[in-house]
């Protein structure tokens, strides 16, 4: 009896669910329940998780962290954007409860049911939320965008005419946009975790950004070229992964300048050296499709098919006082920015078709609502008939 009694509570009620956030890669936002069952061990639970919520400040702010979710559950994800299924409603019994340790505990029930495929759906969320919420750049944000965008405005020059110029003098490059990224909403960034695998906001690479939009593919590379010499980027802390072309062909480019080498140039003008080099600059279909086919499944499952660009990610680091005490040290830390360079031709590509922003955001809200409410869809197709909401 003993020896049964220690395996059952060793083995035969182990919570494998778990082992599933550790060993398969998963998120931990994309196990099916918890193992919390009584409030002892939810207070536990959330305790260690970095909320003591014996302190009612701290109750308040989790209190309000649920209610956010559900609000963000209500307001994005409970339609469906494809129009494939019904809107779903959360049941009043999680709708109403505010009580997270009751949230953790209906979220570990052993039976599945409609009320623990909810409590499961707002807890990811809630998850979600935590990491925006408690995230250490968002107070020294504006100093952030300050200094990376610093790197890129003392380069830039206007002219008589409008429009911008990268640099001075003759060897100035006329782009036909650049663009300041702006910060991403509070609902943006939960959205985009929501489809992260990782689901922390320091896997957010794109906060802070530029785009460059230039009249020829040649002028992308005059532009990578300047950015090399002057410094306003550093190469060296360039995140390697993060970098994707599908715009420009720099193997042949390469090709084509040792080609150029052989002429005699001494007729050729300015426009027959562009001429001439922008032949090679081409991708041809079918090989620009396959490379951006794998940009996006290594990157960005839910980006358009069309959009062509250079997109480089680099760090820069920061040099920043403390906002609320200046009296503290100064904190140096890196932080990521992603550059995007494209030609007008791509730039007219990426505004229209599948390239489009709503197509975009549909594709994460319909990815995100998947991820989310993945088994109270489950549930409500295996139980078309039944309704649990009271």
Not at 27 to 47: A, M, P, T
Not at 227 to 244: D, G, L, Y
């Amino acid at each position: 009896m003993e020896l049964k009694n220690k395996l059952e509570k060793n083995f035969l009620k182990f919570p494998f669910e778990l082992f599933d956030a550790i060993f398969s890669q998963k998120s931990f936002i994309d196990i099916e329940r918890l193992n919390v069952h009584d409030r002892e061990s939810g207070l536990v639970f959330i305790k260690n998780y970095g909320y003591d919520i014996t302190d009612p400040e701290i109750a308040e702010t989790v209190s309000s962290i649920l209610s956010e979710a559900k609000t963000f559950i209500q307001s994005y994800l409970s339609e469906d954007p494809e129009g494939k299924t019904e809107t779903l409603i959360i049941p009043p019994d999680i709708l109403c409860d505010d009580d997270i340790v009751s949230l953790l505990i209906k979220a570990s029930e052993k039976e599945k049911t409609l009320e623990q495929a909810w409590a499961c759906a707002v807890l990811r969320v809630a998850h979600t939320i935590t990491h925006v919420e408690n995230d250490l750049a968002k107070s020294f944000m504006p100093g952030i965008r300050n200094q990376i965008y610093k790197r890129f405005s003392s380069h830039l020059n206007g002219s008589a005419a409008g429009g911008y110029f990268l640099g001075t003098g003759d060897d100035a490059i006329r782009l036909k946009l650049f663009e300041i990224k702006n910060d991403k909403s509070r609902d943006s960034l939960i959205l985009k975790l929501l489809h992260k695998k990782e689901n922390v906001t320091a896997d957010i690479f794109d906060r802070v950004g530029v785009r460059i939009v230039t009249y020829s593919k040649l002028d992308i590379i005059l532009v990578l070229r300047y950015f090399a010499t002057n410094h306003v980027i550093s190469f060296a802390n360039i995140k390697p992964s993060r970098t994707k072309n599908n715009v420009v062909n720099i193997p042949r480019f390469i090709e084509g300048v040792e080609e150029l080498k052989s002429h005699d140039l001494s007729s050729w003008s300015q426009e027959d050296v562009a001429d001439f080099l922008e032949k090679y600059l081409e991708i041809p279909p079918e090989e620009k499709e396959e490379i951006t086919k794998r940009n996006i499944e290594e990157t960005n499952l839910y980006s358009s098919t069309s959009y062509s660009s250079i997109q480089l990610t680099s760090r820069l680091l920061i040099t920043m006082e403390d906002p609320i005490n200046a009296a503290k040290p100064i904190y140096r830390f890196f932080f990521p920015f992603e550059v995007q360079i494209l030609d007008e031709e791509s730039f007219i590509e990426s505004r229209s078709g599948r390239a489009n922003h709503e197509e975009y955001k549909k594709n994460q809200i319909v990815a995100a609502r998947k991820r989310v409410l993945t088994n109270v869809l489950r549930y409500q197709r295996q139980h078309p008939w039944e309704t649990e909401i009271k």
